[in-house]
């Protein structure tokens, strides 16, 4: 394994959350492909922080930072969903079209 | 290495407003009577500011006007204590002009109070970031509360439909960012923008050339630029990234709309401005031109859309793309000069004046905006008919207010303008000032509109006067008095400016 496979690997992830965020339907499904394309940027990161000879902890640090914060947004993500499914009865993205033009 | 009383003093504002956030809960719990909570909340304010007062006295007495904290995290220097007490100031108005407002909320208001500290703090620490790691926390510590107090009205659908709206693209926007931090990472070995000692480098140090010919000279720190320009483009609300400004502006809680249009505005400038010049200054010659573009077309198509709209709060949001448009010209313009001998903080000089004035004109509109809306509760152009006879007051500062954001003299929108486009013209960029110059001629048609259907229309059935509430009126004549003076006497706002430019540059 070097460093070119954690790289392919974590664009591959990031790039299957960018589609999944464009393509999903369901408002959940669109919020875990967020999480996909932050935990792709961790695997960069983690990876690059194990290479790089320089300076090994900043790429740690902020991988650790990422999680936290991820799991904030979550909390907060599913009430406001949770809102919508009270309000509407679904979760479905493309019916959220109150406000256009 | 370890926490040191140094460290603390440097971030005590922020320390300092989240105290005050807890406190301001904590208190609407004990206290029946909630104009005492809205007073401690104004008059709390006065610590931090304090605090930042006495930090800015401190750096302007050192020989290197700056101060880092915390291993390097933290930059204190007078840009980042320049934006510190903008956003404060931007807080006390907001607070005030948003009592009445905010009273719908009953016994939530106080968590309402809290949660606009909390995402001021992080906008507080946003421009005072010393390596990318700050950035992205104090992005996400702005970020979550306002997604909070964008669905605050929880019975609209609308509301909630801002809130989901502005959490999805934020979350996707920090994702995007995070994998240009990490690129910039990749390409540098390092995440500071800000060196803290000769042992510990920024990234501007440690930018090398390994394909030649290619901008920035390296296929990672491009790859990295374009993703965190992407990342800051949402914040900034920069075409093609703007989508969901106008839907956030018009269901969040007005309120809410204003404080992002004007606070979340600014430090997002203020983060680019420490990124791109600090980190990535040397190799400006790439990027100014990707502002420049940026630029006219931001301000472009936000004028262009603005025309179109209906609705006041939707209008509003158009109309602060279309003025992000012409910050970036101030943008591009650092650019172009970096690494000359002359005037090279013009530019950023320029940028911060606007923002300063554009906090003042932009909070002044949605003052007028809140109190009229909370009375008629309608939104649209057409219920602010007959207002020039119905509320003279409100109407007159709404008018002046407009007059402002289009540009003419005298007020500090014009001066603004004037800078920027000065900028722009004394960096090589005349083609961007005249289409700046025509941009402003288009928003005269939707802005001046308003103030033709105010004073020129008859009220269409209610026709009962409409007035604001004490503290309202309070701020909103601060907004207002603040646009005169500054427009006519520029001088205090932009020595303030040129002290944070100057700061600005030396950490290059």
Same mark, same amino acid.
């Given at each position: 394994m070097t460093l070119v496979h954690f790289q392919l690997l974590s664009a591959a992830l990031f790039a299957l959350g960018v589609y999944g965020v464009l393509a999903r339907r369901s408002a959940v499904l669109v919020l875990i492909s967020i999480e996909l394309m932050l935990n792709a940027v961790n695997v960069?990161?983690?990876?690059?922080?194990?290479?790089n000879h320089f300076d090994k902890v900043t790429g740690l640090v902020i991988a650790v930072f990422v999680i936290t914060v991820a799991a904030a947004e979550v909390a907060l993500a599913f009430a406001i969903v949770l809102r919508l499914y009270r309000a509407r009865g679904s979760v479905n993205v493309d019916e959220i079209d109150i406000m256009r033009g | 290495m370890g926490l040191t009383s140094t460290d603390i003093y440097l971030i005590s504002p922020e320390l300092a407003l989240a105290g005050l956030a807890l406190a301001v809960v904590l208190l609407d719990l004990a206290l029946k009577n909630k104009t005492v909570v809205l007073g401690v909340a104004v008059v709390g304010l006065l610590v931090p500011i304090a605090f930042a007062v006495s930090l800015w006295v401190r750096v302007d007495g050192l020989v290197f006007a700056r101060e880092t904290g915390f291993n390097g995290s933290l930059v204190i220097d007078q840009f980042a204590i320049f934006f510190k007490l903008l956003l404060l100031g931007i807080l006390v108005l907001v607070l005030l002009a948003s009592n009445? /407002?905010? $009273?719908?909320f009953r016994r939530y208001q106080a968590e309402f109070t809290g949660l606009v500290f909390f995402s001021a703090t992080g906008l507080m620490l946003l421009p005072a970031a010393g390596d990318l790691i700050t950035v992205y926390v104090a992005l996400e510590l702005a970020s979550l509360p306002i997604v909070a107090l964008a669905a605050f009205l929880k019975m609209q659908a609308r509301s909630t439909e801002a809130g989901l709206k /502005?959490?999805?693209?934020? $979350?996707? %926007? %920090?994702?995007?960012?995070?994998?240009? @931090?990490?690129?910039? /990472?990749?390409?540098?070995?390092t995440m500071r923008i800000v060196s803290p000692s000769a042992a510990e480098p920024s990234i501007a140090q440690m930018l090398t050339v390994t394909h030649a010919g290619l901008p920035f000279g390296n296929v990672a720190v491009l790859a990295g630029v374009v993703?965190?320009?992407? $990342? @800051?483009?949402?914040?900034? %609300?920069?075409?093609?990234?703007?989508?969901?400004t106008p839907d956030v502006y018009e269901g969040a809680p007005t309120p809410v709309s204003a404080f992002l249009a004007v606070a979340s505005k600014s430090a997002a400038f203020a983060v680019v401005l420490r990124v791109f010049y600090s980190a990535l200054g040397d190799v400006s010659a790439d990027w100014s031109l990707v502002f420049a573009a940026l630029a006219a077309v931001t301000m472009s198509v936000g004028n262009l859309v603005a025309i179109a709209q209906s609705n006041v709060k939707r209008l509003l949001g158009y109309s602060t793309i279309a003025h992000a448009g012409y910050m970036l010209v101030g943008v591009a313009a650092i650019a172009a000069r970096a690494g000359d001998a002359g005037d090279g903080s013009l530019g950023i000089v320029s940028v911060l004046f606007y923002l300063g004035g554009y906090a003042a004109m932009n909070l002044a509109a949605f003052f007028a905006v809140i109190a009229i809306t909370n009375r008629t509760g309608n939104e649209t152009v057409r219920g602010l008919a007959g207002l020039g006879q119905r509320s003279p007051l409100l109407a007159g500062m709404l008018a002046f207010a407009l007059v402002s954001l289009t540009g003419i003299p005298p007020t500090v929108g014009f001066m603004g303008k004037l800078f920027v486009f000065n900028a722009a013209i004394n960096t090589g960029y005349t083609w961007l000032a005249v289409i700046g110059v025509i941009n402003s001629v288009v928003s005269a048609y939707y802005y001046l509109n308003i103030v033709r259907v105010m004073y020129l229309q008859p009220a269409d059935g209610d026709a009962r006067p409409v007035s604001a509430n004490a503290p309202a009126t309070v701020a909103l004549a601060f907004t207002s008095i603040a646009v005169l003076l500054f427009g006519l006497w520029p001088t205090g706002l932009l020595d303030a400016a040129r002290a944070a430019a100057t700061a600005l540059l030396q950490t290059l």
């Amino acid at each position: 394994m070097t460093l070119v496979h954690f790289q392919l690997l974590s664009a591959a992830l990031f790039a299957l959350g960018v589609y999944g965020v464009l393509a999903r339907r369901s408002a959940v499904l669109v919020l875990i492909s967020i999480e996909l394309m932050l935990n792709a940027v961790n695997v960069n990161l983690v990876a690059w922080a194990a290479y790089n000879h320089f300076d090994k902890v900043t790429g740690l640090v902020i991988a650790v930072f990422v999680i936290t914060v991820a799991a904030a947004e979550v909390a907060l993500a599913f009430a406001i969903v949770l809102r919508l499914y009270r309000a509407r009865g679904s979760v479905n993205v493309d019916e959220i079209d109150i406000m256009r033009g | 290495m370890g926490l040191t009383s140094t460290d603390i003093y440097l971030i005590s504002p922020e320390l300092a407003l989240a105290g005050l956030a807890l406190a301001v809960v904590l208190l609407d719990l004990a206290l029946k009577n909630k104009t005492v909570v809205l007073g401690v909340a104004v008059v709390g304010l006065l610590v931090p500011i304090a605090f930042a007062v006495s930090l800015w006295v401190r750096v302007d007495g050192l020989v290197f006007a700056r101060e880092t904290g915390f291993n390097g995290s933290l930059v204190i220097d007078q840009f980042a204590i320049f934006f510190k007490l903008l956003l404060l100031g931007i807080l006390v108005l907001v607070l005030l002009a948003s009592n009445e /407002y905010t $009273g719908r909320f009953r016994r939530y208001q106080a968590e309402f109070t809290g949660l606009v500290f909390f995402s001021a703090t992080g906008l507080m620490l946003l421009p005072a970031a010393g390596d990318l790691i700050t950035v992205y926390v104090a992005l996400e510590l702005a970020s979550l509360p306002i997604v909070a107090l964008a669905a605050f009205l929880k019975m609209q659908a609308r509301s909630t439909e801002a809130g989901l709206k /502005y959490l999805v693209l934020s $979350g996707v %926007s %920090s994702a995007v960012l995070l994998y240009g @931090f990490a690129l910039l /990472y990749a390409a540098t070995g390092t995440m500071r923008i800000v060196s803290p000692s000769a042992a510990e480098p920024s990234i501007a140090q440690m930018l090398t050339v390994t394909h030649a010919g290619l901008p920035f000279g390296n296929v990672a720190v491009l790859a990295g630029v374009v993703l965190v320009l992407a $990342g @800051f483009g949402f914040k900034l %609300s920069m075409v093609p990234f703007q989508m969901w400004t106008p839907d956030v502006y018009e269901g969040a809680p007005t309120p809410v709309s204003a404080f992002l249009a004007v606070a979340s505005k600014s430090a997002a400038f203020a983060v680019v401005l420490r990124v791109f010049y600090s980190a990535l200054g040397d190799v400006s010659a790439d990027w100014s031109l990707v502002f420049a573009a940026l630029a006219a077309v931001t301000m472009s198509v936000g004028n262009l859309v603005a025309i179109a709209q209906s609705n006041v709060k939707r209008l509003l949001g158009y109309s602060t793309i279309a003025h992000a448009g012409y910050m970036l010209v101030g943008v591009a313009a650092i650019a172009a000069r970096a690494g000359d001998a002359g005037d090279g903080s013009l530019g950023i000089v320029s940028v911060l004046f606007y923002l300063g004035g554009y906090a003042a004109m932009n909070l002044a509109a949605f003052f007028a905006v809140i109190a009229i809306t909370n009375r008629t509760g309608n939104e649209t152009v057409r219920g602010l008919a007959g207002l020039g006879q119905r509320s003279p007051l409100l109407a007159g500062m709404l008018a002046f207010a407009l007059v402002s954001l289009t540009g003419i003299p005298p007020t500090v929108g014009f001066m603004g303008k004037l800078f920027v486009f000065n900028a722009a013209i004394n960096t090589g960029y005349t083609w961007l000032a005249v289409i700046g110059v025509i941009n402003s001629v288009v928003s005269a048609y939707y802005y001046l509109n308003i103030v033709r259907v105010m004073y020129l229309q008859p009220a269409d059935g209610d026709a009962r006067p409409v007035s604001a509430n004490a503290p309202a009126t309070v701020a909103l004549a601060f907004t207002s008095i603040a646009v005169l003076l500054f427009g006519l006497w520029p001088t205090g706002l932009l020595d303030a400016a040129r002290a944070a430019a100057t700061a600005l540059l030396q950490t290059l």
